[in-house]
């Protein structure tokens, strides 16, 4: 009986063994994996511009690789310079490939990005430049060809100012949008707007405006003359007054680079039209003077003056009598007198001298004197003397007061208009 109790003890004793055994197994196989697995590395593997990760314990680079299961072909260039630092290797193909630059060719063993390969052919390429068939980013191929597109520079004179665009090809057209620089229909362009540019030059753009501009302008009445037999010869005047007219002129003014260049009149429009003015000239002879005066000038046309005073050889006189230059004209009403021995400034009166009022007409003043009903031409004279009739006002004003050589000759002369020519 005790040896079967001792056959039962140890058979559970057994099963305890293996039990525990079997755990601790269990344990060290899960330490073991949690180990395997905390100490496994990512590595990005970028094959020709493609990404692949891979999850790895191995720290070499053909290890890695080798795990990736990618198909690298052997001649490919493989960059692990950034393995330890980023966890990345790039592997690029290596590819026979052509640059073309101008009209060199560059046939290459090359690898990674078209930029790349363009400076593995010993190139550089400025900012402005760009590439044909391909973009800088893209991964070379086999036989892949590549085109270099240098820039060019194009200079644009504008407004006062110069812009540069680069650009690799284009026209005149094309390089004003580049630089954003209108021009319309009337300005000025320096080369055809389709003209494909191919190297470095200029384009000059010269602003042309057309402005509307109006002008209001006078028009001068003309004068029209007519003959009268109700007129003395010499005498005038005028019939119907002139009223000048009114025109607006339209102009077109040119302006290249805000300078006026030319103005065109393009309409003329007339807002009011001139009367014209007619003037009476007349044809009757005017009678000679009914007085002969001793002492008188004769004048050319047989007239005698009243005044004994003779004019200078300065003195030019018209058909009519009258002076052809003087400093100014009064007209107004003279009366005659015949009285007094001395004037008032002293001198001995005589025909020529004449009473004028101070104010008006300085004393010593040489004038000319005609009566405008062309019957007395009073002739050379100076202002010498004066009188009441200063004092005279309304009808009874009077100009001048002429001395005649007789008290007859001053009833016959009465009261009459005269011009007094200043000389």
């Known amino acids: 009986m005790s040896d079967k109790i001792k056959n039962i003890g140890k058979r559970i004793y057994d099963a305890r063994i293996r039990i525990s055994t079997t755990v601790i197994c269990l344990v060290l196989c899960m330490a073991s994996l949690l180990t395997t697995v905390s100490g496994a590395n990512t590595v990005k593997v970028i094959l020709d511009g493609i990404e692949y990760e891979v999850t790895t314990h191995r720290t070499t680079t053909g290890d890695i690789l080798i795990q990736s299961g990618l198909e690298i072909d052997k001649d490919s260039h493989i960059d692990d310079s950034e393995l330890a630092s980023r966890g990345i290797i790039s592997v690029n193909s290596i590819c026979d490939i052509t640059v073309v630059d101008g009209a060199k060719e560059y046939k290459i063993e090359a690898h990674g990005t078209v930029a790349d390969a363009i400076s593995q052919a010993g190139l550089e390429m400025s900012p402005y430049d760009t590439v044909s068939g391909c973009e800088l980013t893209d991964y070379v191929s086999e036989n892949l060809v590549i085109t270099i597109n240098r820039a060019f520079s194009v200079m644009i004179s504008v407004d006062g100012d110069i812009a540069t665009v680069h650009m690799t090809k284009g026209t005149v057209a094309d390089a004003l949008d580049i630089a954003v620089i209108t021009a319309d229909d009337d300005d000025i362009v320096s080369r055809p707007l389709d003209e494909v540019l191919t190297s470095n030059c200029s384009i000059k753009i010269t602003r042309v405006e057309y402005v509307e501009r109006k002008e209001t302008q006078e028009i001068k009445f003309k004068e029209k003359t007519e003959k009268t037999s109700t007129l003395n010869k010499g005498q005038s005047k005028i019939k119907q007054k002139g009223v000048n007219g009114e025109k607006v002129l339209t102009y077109e003014d040119k302006y290249i680079d805000g300078e006026l260049a030319e ?161």
């Not at 001793?294 to 030019?316: D, W």
């Open 263 to 423: 103005s065109t009149l393009v309409e003329t429009v007339v807002t009011r039209e001139p009367v014209e003015q007619i003037k009476l000239v007349g044809t009757k002879k005017a009678a000679s003077a009914s007085v002969t005066v001793g002492g008188g000038v004769k004048l050319a046309n047989g007239v005698k003056t009243i005044s004994v005073f003779t004019p200078p050889a300065s003195l030019e006189l018209t058909a009519n009598n009258t002076p052809t230059s003087y400093k100014k004209k009064i007209v107004g009403t003279a009366s005659a007198y015949h009285c007094g021995t001395r004037t008032a400034t002293g001198k001995a009166v005589k025909p020529g001298y004449v009473a004028v009022n101070p104010k008006q007409i300085p004393y010593h003043t040489a004038m000319w004197i005609v009566s405008n009903d062309g019957k007395y031409v009073y002739g050379y004279a100076f202002a010498e003397d004066t009188g009441g009739f200063t004092k005279w006002t309304g009808s009874r004003a009077t100009l001048c007061d002429l001395y005649m050589p007789t008290d007859a000759m001053c009833t016959q002369f009465g009261r009459r208009s005269v011009t007094i020519y200043i000389l």
